[in-house]
């Protein structure tokens, strides 16, 4: 499982509404899309939710490679390139993902907390209290779902959450969400992602594993 964002830091006098209306005629595009588990249409606008810039930042968790590459290589993203240039792709592996509360409500708003895992800390047992503390911050009211990923070339943690109402402070990136595209979403394989046994991991759904197969 793959999470997958990329950021347009937009100029300060830009019209957000360009934004709103471009979501608003091709979000729907991805709706059914091969591999995707769901994507977050999510904006930031200077002086709203702390932001001091106008970015389009769209969020990502991928069930599937495949469909990321079909993505990503000829896909809808050179729509993207076509319109603002290549941005940089940041990219995650998903080590756990979670439900809160409000799971069956259409999220309006996002939040990311980013931190570094220390060198001289052991990543299991640090990545073990940080999927806890995802699960603790999803019991909050308003919780939709949340994923926790990790670039192991950099050691970066993203906890990544989406919200029926406002994203927490203690998240300290906010988001507008324009649209959800979410075709696979029930796919997604819920709860600890690592040290688990290959044939759990390769379970179908509704198997012993606990959740959806994933790859």
Not at 48 to 62: C, H
Not at 121 to 148: I, K, W, Y
Not at 165 to 182: M, T
């Amino acid at each position: 499982m793959h999470a997958m964002q990329y950021e347009i830091t937009l100029p300060a006098d830009y019209d957000m509404g360009i934004i709103r209306e471009r979501v608003a005629t091709r979000g729907h595009l991805l709706d059914d899309f091969g591999g995707l588990g769901l994507k977050v249409y999510g904006i930031r606008e200077r002086g709203v939710d702390g932001s001091t810039l106008n970015q389009y930042s769209p969020f990502y968790l991928w069930h599937d490679e495949a469909g990321m590459n079909a993505f990503l290589f000829g896909g809808p993203f050179s729509g993207i390139v076509d319109s603002f240039g290549r941005p940089v792709v940041q990219h995650w592996t998903v080590l756990g993902f979670e439900e809160g509360p409000a799971f069956g409500t259409p999220p309006v708003t996002a939040g990311k907390h980013v931190v570094s895992i220390p060198a001289e800390t052991d990543p299991v047992a640090f990545l073990g209290e940080t999927l806890d503390g995802l699960r603790e911050h999803l019991r909050q009211d308003g919780a939709h779902s949340g994923a926790l990923a990790v670039d192991p070339r950099t050691w970066q943690v993203v906890r990544y959450s989406l919200w029926a109402g406002e994203a927490p402070e203690s998240d300290e990136v906010r988001y507008r969400i324009l649209h959800l595209s979410s075709p696979h979403l029930d796919e997604l394989r819920r709860g600890q992602q690592w040290d688990q046994p290959i044939s759990a991991a390769n379970s179908t759904p509704g198997s012993a594993s606990g959740g959806p197969a994933g790859h």
